[in-house]
């Protein structure tokens, strides 16, 4: 190949992945193509988490109270594997302030520990200082987690014994 040719073949795959569109690193991630690009929110400038929770099959452990064989849902798993957080917002993201007749709905199925005690959540808004805490209990289990700023949030979680951590964005309400 000539050097001419292995310039261009190289100028014509950053192209590919320059003009991907909102959420293709995202499907490229889970390897599975983007159906349409549309406008999607994002959490406020400078941050680096997706407010886009796009469905995919939740691992085995936190598939109880889920109707099929293989249910599929927004989730964004913690760091250490030990919890996730389940969105319910196939058609809109979790937002800041909270939007009329939507709520920040998320359910925590835990991995390890699910029995002991309230989930304690210290989250903390990138690049800012903001912090707050949450309590869900009994935990695991459902919550509505507003938050007050848009963007994104790094989530500290204790229950019990044990510890996980997520990023979670928030998009303007």
Not at 14 to 42: I, R
Not at 117 to 133: N, R, S, W, Y
Not at 134 to 147: E, H, Q, W
Request: hydrophobic letters at 40%.
């Amino acid at each position: 190949m000539t050097r001419c040719a292995l310039v261009l073949l190289v100028a014509v795959a950053l192209a590919g992945c320059a003009s991907g569109g909102s959420g293709s690193s995202q499907a490229a991630a889970n390897k599975e193509p983007v159906a349409s690009v549309s406008p999607t929110p994002s959490p406020a400038p400078g941050t680096a988490c997706s407010v886009n929770h796009r469905p995919k099959v939740l691992p085995r452990w936190a598939r109880s109270g889920f109707s099929g064989p293989k249910p599929s849902v927004g989730y964004v798993l913690g760091d250490s594997g030990n919890i996730a957080a389940i969105m319910f917002v196939s058609h809109h993201s979790l937002s800041s302030p909270p939007v009329a007749g939507q709520n920040n709905k998320i359910l925590w199925a835990a991995r390890v520990g699910a029995v002991d005690g309230p989930l304690q959540i210290k989250a903390a808004l990138g690049g800012t200082g903001q912090t707050v805490t949450r309590t869900v209990d009994p935990a695991p289990g459902p919550s509505i987690i507003d938050l007050p700023s848009p963007g994104c949030w790094s989530f500290d979680l204790t229950w019990g014994t044990h510890h996980d951590h997520l990023q979670l964005g928030y998009a303007s309400g």
